[in-house]
């Protein structure tokens, strides 16, 4: 398959502070990779970089053979990023409704679709942001990246703060995402089991680095090596 996102040596961080430093990936179309890491380490500022939500210091970002690296914050969407933030983000004086019609672009995943991927904001569609749990939320949140119909899916610990039975929920959606469609995905995690079944890449990162890159399946089998980079 045709490589989708690549970073070459990028260093970021935000105005003089660098966070990141020498990252270089490579994700083809439909890929999925696992971002791990213990919390300070600059896995949400990974993704804040792909969308531009930092300043690039050196290194070079492109994304479906384009150069990013000049690329203005508001124009990265149309390209085909989706991005899923920690903080969910919906405006909470829509109802579930007008946050997604607000984000629609022409695509496979259309509204109806994104309701029967997610039952519950079908029954909640009248219902304001503000008036949603902390697990329907980040549904929410899910579903308007996908109404974009993105190329690639930027998903920042999505299941921060949720109970089991949600969290399996929403990787079970991931799950069908990847299934049913060709979009690109990197989810950013601090527990490894569950992103390690569900994207076939992962990496670690240390103290803004990459300590580690691979398959998921050889990080899952040495548990020992996963246990004494991120703590689990």
Known sequence: MAELLSLEAVTAGYADTVILEDISLSLEEHGGL???GRNGVGKSTLLATIMGLTRLRSGRLSFAGADLSGVDV???PPLGLGYVPQEREIFPSLTVHENMVVAVRPGAWTLERVYDLFPRLSERRRNYGNQLSGG??????IARALV?????????EPFEGLAPVLVDLLLAALHRIRTESHIGMI???QHAPPVLDLMPQAMVLDR???CWQGTSGDLADNPEQLAAMIGV
């Open 34 to 36: 696992a971002l791990l």
């Open 74 to 76: 508001h124009k990265r």
């Open 136 to 141: 329907e939320q980040q549904m929410l949140a």
């Open 148 to 156: 974009g119909n993105p190329k690639l899916l930027l998903l920042d």
């Open 187 to 189: 989810l950013v995690e």
């Open 208 to 210: 803004g680095r990459s």
